[in-house]
C-alpha cells in the first residue's frame, strides 16, 4: 500500500508559479512510476507528467512540456511539480498517483495508488 499526499495548490496570476509536492509513504517508491495528472470542471483526468523513480527520467505532456518540471527526493519520498508561466487553462485539481511499472503510462487507468488532490487556481 502506498499513501500520497499532495500539498501546495493554490491561487496565483497568469504567468505566475507554483510548486506542488507529494509526498509517499507505507512503501519505498523503487521501482514505482510516479505521475501527476489534473482535472478540470467538467473534463476527464489528464496526464501532466511522469518520473520514474529509480533513475529519475521524466515525461510531459505536450500542454505543459518547456513550463513544468517534474522532480523528486529519494530521501524525502517526496515528489515535486514546479509549474511556472501558469495559463488560465491550467487551473485544474492536481493529483499525484503512483504506478508499480517499469513502463511509463499516462493513462489514469494504468495508476494504482492516488492522492486526494489539490487545487490550483490561474486568474487572468
Known amino acids: 500500500q502506498v499513501q500520497l499526499v499532495e500539498s501546495g495548490g493554490g491561487l496565483v496570476q497568469a504567468g505566475g508559479s507554483l510548486r506542488l509536492s507529494c509526498a509517499a509513504s507505507g512503501r519505498t517508491l523503487s521501482g514505482y512510476v510516479m505521475g501527476w495528472f489534473r482535472q478540470a470542471p467538467g473534463k476527464e483526468r489528464a496526464f501532466v507528467a511522469a518520473?520514474?523513480?529509480?533513475?529519475?527520467?521524466?515525461y510531459y505532456a505536450d500542454s505543459v512540456k518547456g513550463r513544468f518540471t517534474i522532480s523528486r527526493v529519494n530521501a524525502k519520498n517526496t515528489m515535486y511539480l514546479q509549474m511556472n508561466s501558469l495559463k488560465p487553462e491550467d487551473t485544474a485539481v492536481y493529483y499525484c498517483?503512483?504506478?508499480?511499472?517499469?513502463?511509463?503510462?499516462?493513462?489514469?487507468?494504468?495508476?494504482?495508488?492516488w492522492g486526494q488532490g489539490t487545487q490550483v487556481t490561474v486568474s487572468s
Open positions: 498517483a503512483a504506478d508499480l511499472s517499469i513502463v511509463v503510462h499516462n493513462t489514469m487507468n494504468d495508476y494504482d495508488y
Open positions: 518520473i520514474k523513480w529509480s533513475g529519475g527520467s521524466t
